[in-house]
């Protein structure tokens, strides 16, 4: 996508496509990015950023779209969807910014950007180490 050479450690199986470790390069020296793991995984974008869907506590599920800083190994926050039932039990769904504030939005709102997002979801072919 941008350039920058990068190597992602990735699931079989059941975790096809799941990102398991993410390196990137800074300062020409490769560097360690994010990683996931049960509960909280990452995946490639087609647009280029980094999706992290993770489960937090009961009735929580997390969306956040990352794009990967030149350079660098941070993550810079675009957006996020929240389901959380123990935030809010009659509207559960939510939507942050880089702010990081989750605000209100409908059922239909938060359908359609999951349903963006898993449509835009890379499907990554790993060559398994031997």
Sequence with gaps: ???IDELIIGGTGSKQSSILRLYTMVD????????GSEGNEYYALAWNDILNEYTGEAGE???VIYSL???STELFWQ???????????DNPWFTAYNDREWE???EEEFNSAITRINSDRLSLKFTPFK
Excluded: L
């Design 61 to 63: 599920t997390c969306y």
């Design 79 to 89: 957006v996020g969807y929240k389901y959380d039932t123990a935030e809010d039990k």
């Design 69 to 71: 800083e030149p350079n």
């Design 28 to 35: 020409r020296e490769p560097a360690y990015a994010a990683g």
């Design 1 to 3: 996508g941008d350039g």
């Design 104 to 106: 209100p939005i409908t």
